[in-house]
């Protein structure tokens, strides 16, 4: 039995606990406690407290920074990656309109299986669906393991 489970549109997003909820709340409390200590060092050593709280703001920045660049280059090798099968699963009449879609679209796309593409992308061109209207809209949900 696989221990892969099915995706659909309730359940494809995912969350690391570590990064999400233990990383961000150390991250947080570690702002808010350089911001407290500011406060109380107000009379005798205001330096050392602003440095905390310049040191605490930039570590918060880069575990935002961390995880938007790689989702960013994933974004963009699932564009590639959805323009190559739609180039070869479309008809001709839409193949020459793959140009025509967004980066929100084909993530959408993505999760399409090959049977519904033609007529998701024709609907997606026609009423100018955003990633969520395109998600949606999928009947034969078509899983994507790999998204970090």
Same mark, same amino acid.
């Given at each position: 039995? $696989?221990?892969?489970?099915?995706?659909?549109?309730?359940?494809?997003?995912?969350?690391? *606990?570590?990064?999400?909820?233990?990383?961000?709340?150390?991250?947080?409390?570690?702002?808010?406690?350089?911001?407290?200590?500011?406060?109380?060092?107000?009379?005798?050593?205001?330096?050392?407290?602003?440095?905390?709280?310049?040191? $605490?703001? $930039?570590?918060?920045?880069?575990?935002?920074?961390?995880?938007?660049?790689?989702?960013?280059?994933?974004?963009?090798?699932?564009?590639?990656?959805?323009?190559?099968?739609?180039?070869?699963?479309?008809?001709?009449?839409?193949?020459?309109?793959?140009?025509?879609?967004?980066?929100?679209?084909?993530?959408?796309?993505?999760?399409?299986?090959?049977?519904?593409? *033609? $007529?998701?992308?024709?609907?997606?061109?026609?009423?100018?669906?955003?990633?969520?209207?395109?998600?949606?809209?999928?009947?034969?949900?078509?899983?994507?393991?790999?998204?970090?």
């Amino acid at each position: 039995m $696989s221990s892969i489970k099915p995706q659909s549109f309730r359940s494809h997003a995912s969350i690391d *606990p570590a990064f999400h909820f233990v990383g961000f709340a150390a991250l947080l409390f570690n702002l808010v406690a350089g911001i407290v200590f500011v406060v109380m060092s107000l009379h005798t050593q205001l330096l050392l407290g602003l440095w905390v709280v310049v040191l $605490s703001a $930039s570590l918060f920045i880069l575990f935002f920074k961390l995880r938007a660049y790689p989702l960013k280059i994933q974004d963009r090798i699932i564009r590639l990656e959805e323009r190559l099968r739609l180039e070869a699963l479309l008809p001709d009449e839409l193949r020459k309109r793959i140009s025509e879609l967004n980066e929100d679209q084909l993530i959408g796309l993505r999760f399409a299986s090959d049977e519904e593409i *033609p $007529s998701l992308v024709e609907m997606t061109l026609e009423k100018h669906l955003d990633r969520k209207q395109i998600k949606e809209r999928i009947q034969n949900w078509r899983p994507d393991h790999f998204r970090i």
